[in-house]
């Protein structure tokens, strides 16, 4: 079992930093993919960004430039630095780890449990 515990979203206006955190934690487990996801009252919850074990990344290209993701794979924590905030940015972020059974090798998928992001003009 992973628990998977992210924090940082809070009101900040139009132009703003925020910077949001997420940590995964489990003995039994590897983590492997980690990324933030969000999502809008009335929307389909899409993908914010994502880093690889590896350090491969993938953004959403409504972020690109603006947001920018990184990871400290020793303490299975996964960050996101957001600037130049939009309106349009608010919704609640989740995070999202994949991880490793270390006994059978399958990969499950684990769910923050999310934070509000509100970025007012």
Known sequence: ??????????????????????????????????????????????LVAAISSGGRLNYADSVKGRFTISRDNAKNTVYL??????????????CNAVASDLQTGYEYMYWGQGTQVTVSS
């Open 1 to 46: 079992q992973v628990h998977v515990v992210e924090s940082g979203g809070g009101l900040v206006q139009a132009g703003g930093s925020l910077r949001l955190s997420c940590a995964a934690s489990g003995s039994i487990f590897s983590i492997n993919d980690m990324g933030w996801y969000r999502q809008a009252p009335g929307e389909q919850r899409e």
């Open 81 to 94: 630095q957001m600037s130049s905030l939009k309106p349009k940015d608010t919704a609640v972020y989740y």
